[in-house]
């Protein structure tokens, strides 16, 4: 079963494609005009996968199901500001969601992260005299290490906010808290790693200080102190 998110953006090709495929197809599209268009290319090439009307956000409105073995989005969440926590949301869910997956990249080898771990707890208790626990510390750096950069230390603003959202999505808020309340000291520790300066270091210092998520569509701009 294929899960095609934004479908009517090509006219249905993707899902048409997969149908013809073998695929058992659902594609959802919140334009009406583009489904009906791709409704249409669909009869024509003699397939009948499942379209459904509807807000690729809020797929839980929708009832789609599960069960899925392969999702897909050419570009949709993700060109959607109000989109963008979904799409996380749905890459963080994924293996919930699939009961396999049909195509899977190789494993990355697992990075042992216990070194940059001590690194970080060592910089932060000689640099503020915090001592955080260290499974708080755990629980950031194996976050962090999820998330695509060209280095592990690399810290953009993308990366930290997607970080923020999978710690607040992932855990209960008390946990999350504890998690979320070194990652201003954590960036720091990154820009001096990479030795980042100017604009690119001030913008990943002003999106690690937005480092609370309240479960909503955007980033809650509460500060910690």
Same mark, same amino acid.
């Given at each position: 079963? &294929? ?15 997969? &149908?013809? @495929? ?15 268009? &791709?409704?249409?290319?669909? +009869? ?8 459904? @009307? ?12 599960? *069960?899925? +073995? ?23 869910? /994924? !293996? ?5 997956? +049909? ?18 707890? +060592? ?16 629980? %950031? /750096?194996?976050?962090?290490? @999820? %998330? ?19 710690? &607040?999505? *992932? ?26 300066? *100017? ?9 690690? /200080?937005?480092? !609370?998520?309240?479960?909503?569509? *955007?980033?809650?701009?509460? !500060?910690?102190?």
């Amino acid at each position: 079963m &294929a899960l095609d998110l934004g479908c009517g953006t090509s006219t249905g090709t993707g899902t048409i494609y997969l &149908a013809t @495929h073998g695929w058992d197809v659902t594609a959802i599209d919140m334009v009406a005009k583009a489904l009906a268009t &791709a409704r249409r290319n669909a +009869t024509a090439a003699g397939v009948t996968p499942c379209f459904i @009307h509807g807000d690729v956000i809020r797929l839980h409105e929708l009832g789609t199901g599960d *069960g899925y +073995t392969l999702l897909v989005d050419f570009g949709c969440l993700r060109n959607l500001p109000e989109g963008l926590a979904e799409h996380f949301r749905l890459r963080q869910r /994924a !293996r919930a969601l699939c009961e396999s997956f +049909t195509v899977a990249p190789e494993p990355r080898p697992q990075q042992d992260l216990n070194p940059i771990i001590e690194d970080f707890v +060592t910089w932060l208790r000689d640099r503020d005299g915090r001592r955080p626990e260290r499974e708080d510390i755990a629980t %950031l /750096a194996d976050t962090w290490s @999820h %998330l695509s950069g060209p280095g592990y230390y690399a810290c953009s603003p993308y990366r930290i906010e997607h970080a923020v959202i999978l710690v &607040a999505d *992932g855990y209960v808020e008390k946990y999350a808290e504890a998690v979320l309340d070194p990652l201003p000291q954590w960036v720091e520790w990154c820009i001096e790693c990479t030795g980042l300066t *100017g604009e690119l270091a001030e913008r990943a210092r002003q999106a690690a /200080a937005n480092n !609370r998520w309240d479960g909503s569509d *955007g980033m809650d701009l509460r !500060r910690t102190e």
